[in-house]
């Protein structure tokens, strides 16, 4: 009787310690992806602000030329271009560089996509939102930021 009370005692002792394993890991995987998520949307939003600031060297600082290459609508960016990409619901990849892409390397679950909304002459509007799938369940993050005619603002602020 005893030997029986001791392996109900150790087995529930080893599928108890397994479950809080499995939950563990389980969780690392999920604020890992998060995480991923949120530097993907981060990378995306950096990216269309250094369009704007591009356009800016190139002396583009008028009323609408500021804005050049950010028409409203959706859009893909990748961190090594200048321009947006035509939207489309491609997954990223990620190469054997760990650099997120669409070029080359092996499929990721993280899908991203730009927003452009032209507010004013003088703002717009940028939302980038990354999805993914976790255990059937759709995830996403979505980060927004506003960018300004810098020279249109401070011109207003002289007067």
């Known amino acids: 009787m005893e030997v029986i009370i001791s392996v109900a ?3 529930t002792a080893i599928v108890a310690s397994i479950s809080l394993i499995s939950y563990s890991v389980s969780s690392i995987v999920s604020n890992q992806n998060k995480m991923i998520a949120i530097h993907l949307a981060q990378e995306g ?3 269309v602000k250094n369009i704007r ?3 800016w060297l190139l002396d583009k600082r008028g ?3 500021w804005r050049d290459g950010l028409d409203e609508g959706n859009y893909r960016v990748q961190y090594n ?4 990409l035509s939207f489309s619901n491609t997954s990223l990849k990620i190469n ?5 892409q669409y070029s080359s390397g092996s499929r990721t679950p ?9 507010i004013s002459n003088e703002q717009i509007k940028v939302v980038c939102e990354i999805t993914w799938q976790e255990k059937a369940r759709n995830k996403s993050v979505q980060l927004e930021s506003r960018l300004y005619n810098w020279l249109i603002e401070w011109k207003k602020h002289l007067h």
């Open 9 to 11: 005692v150790i087995t």
């Open 45 to 47: 939003i950096e990216i």
């Open 53 to 55: 600031d591009t356009n």
């Open 63 to 65: 009323e609408l030329n």
């Open 81 to 84: 271009q200048v321009s947006l």
């Open 96 to 100: 054997s560089n760990n650099i997120y």
């Open 110 to 118: 993280f899908y991203r996509r730009i927003s452009i909304v032209h």
